[in-house]
């Protein structure tokens, strides 16, 4: 699945030309995958209780622990061609 990694690249370019704002929902799910496909499962530790949004977003990472590079990659990227349909 080695032919996913152009499409991986442009789409975190395509997403930066949203004219609208994705929801909160959506922009946890393109911020886990991102992390999983380029870093692997979530390192670190979890934040406190007051770091709401640092929490939320270890929380999304690490319910992808174990998902493959290549899956991760294909679910940002198909995240973002249904964004820019909506979202445009």
Do not use: C
Request: aromatic residues 8%.
């Amino acid at each position: 699945m080695a032919e996913i990694q152009p499409a991986f690249v442009q789409a975190q370019i395509d997403v930066k030309t949203l004219t609208k704002r994705p929801s909160n929902d959506d922009m946890l799910f393109l911020y886990a995958h991102f992390k999983q496909a380029s870093e692997g499962d979530v390192q670190g530790k979890r934040p406190g209780m007051l770091d709401l949004v640092g929490r939320a977003k270890y929380d999304a990472w690490a319910k992808l622990s174990g998902l493959s590079s290549d899956k991760a990659q294909q679910a940002y990227t198909d995240k973002v061609s249904a964004l820019l349909k909506s979202h445009k």
